[in-house]
């Protein structure tokens, strides 16, 4: 037999990956809970899967999985998984602390494995074996030698034909609708040559499977490894993205932070801007009021002075200052009353022109000045 490549052999890590039902957690044996396989290549044993079948259906347990799988014939979709029960005694032999039952009596320490019957053996059913013409022939395998070994070849049972007692699955008829192993009484009766079927030794089939199988696998191994690079890449692509989130969110901040400038220097300019306004207009009514001031001054000097010149009794002399009196003074209150009452429509009216125009002709006014 070819050893299994590739395949870790600490009995730990079989134990957990091979020999125990996926449902109930209990070891795999080789009645109730013997292993099936599952066409997802998932096994469980023989009970959980007849407990967790519905119908003709079956949802694979494994969380991962959960494909469901149309029954039909059990043992051809789950077949019984006998490569677990090599695994099983390997494991038995690799694990016990220091000794393995005889498989015959088991109150006996197993000193001898049989590799034909694959059952261990104490000192005394070896030397039985040894006697008896059937097994006589059988090679028996120290224990002690098989807990060093790293070899599972010496595990590995020889299947029996389910129709013809005693005969080892030897054979295999690789015709279409057989493509099973089958023994020597097989290839005689039901498979017989001349009928269409074909066959050949199992060992040569098996590892021409084995074969076939290894390049499957290299190729899984490829694509695997295309996986990967594609992941790479995702991975790759996700961190590009985050490096260019980072570029732009800097970008925003760069360019908020400049219109927060350009904001702040406005507003800066505009109650500059305000205050020059503002200071331009006080300046302008503090002329005004001292205008207005001069006015009211010289109004009360006039009018003082006429009261005065009203009581001149001389006529000569109140004619000689009667014209400076009346051309001088009089008039000119005349104009200084017409502009006053501009002056106070200035404050009445929301028109900018009018406005002006009044600052404008009262200024000239003021320009003239008081003879
Ligand atoms: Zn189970
Ligand atoms: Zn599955
Ligand atoms: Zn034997
Ligand atoms: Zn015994
Ligand atoms: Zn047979
Ligand atoms: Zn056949």
Redesign the pocket.
């Known amino acids: 037999m070819v050893p299994i490549p590739q395949v870790s052999l600490a009995p730990d890590q079989l134990s957990r990956q091979f020999l125990v039902c996926n449902v109930c957690n209990d070891n795999y044996n080789e009645d109730g809970k013997h292993a099936r396989l599952l066409p997802c290549l998932h096994a469980l044993c023989f009970e959980c899967l007849n407990k967790t079948k519905v119908d003709n259906q079956l949802q694979c347990p494994i969380p991962t999985c959960k494909v469901t799988h149309q029954l039909g014939d059990l043992d051809k979709t789950c077949p019984r998984d006998n490569t677990r029960r090599d695994l099983m005694d390997f494991v038995k032999v690799k694990r016990a602390p220091s000794a393995v039952c005889c498989s015959v009596c088991p109150s006996n320490i197993a000193t001898y494995r ?1 590799k ?2 694959a ?1 261990f053996l104490c000192g005394e059913c070896q030397s039985a ?1 040894k006697r008896v013409n059937a ?1 006589k022939d ?1 090679v028996l395998l120290e224990i002690e030698k098989l807990k060093q070994s790293q070899d599972l070849d010496a595990f590995c049972r020889q299947l029996t034909c389910g129709e013809h007692a005693g005969n080892d699955l030897k054979l295999y008829c690789t015709k279409d609708t057989c493509q099973k192993p089958v023994c020597m009484m097989c290839a005689i009766v039901s498979c017989k040559e001349t009928n269409g079927h074909k066959i050949e030794s199992a060992d040569t089939v098996a590892d021409a499977k084995r074969q076939d199988i290894k390049d499957q696998k290299s190729s899984m191994t490829k694509v695997g490894k295309e996986i990967q690079q594609v992941t790479d890449n995702v991975k790759t692509e996700q961190e590009k993205v985050m490096n260019l989130r980072k570029m732009v969110e800097d970008e925003i901040d760069e360019t908020f932070d400049n219109l927060e400038k350009i904001i702040a220097r406005g507003r800066a300019d505009l109650k500059k801007t305000l205050e020059n306004c503002v200071i331009a207009k006080q300046d302008h009514l503090k002329d005004q009021e001292r205008g207005l001031k001069r006015m009211k001054s010289e109004i009360e000097e006039s009018s003082k002075f006429t009261e005065q010149a009203l009581a001149y009794t001389n006529a000569a002399a109140f004619l000689q200052v009667h014209e400076l009196l009346y051309l001088k003074k009089i008039k000119k209150i005349e104009f200084v009353f017409y502009f006053l009452i501009l002056f106070i429509s200035d404050f009445d009216t929301d028109q900018p022109n009018n406005h002006e125009q009044i600052e404008n002709t009262h200024g000239a006014v003021l320009r003239q000045g008081a003879p």
Do not use: G
């Open positions: 049989c034909q019957c059952e074996h097994t059988h």
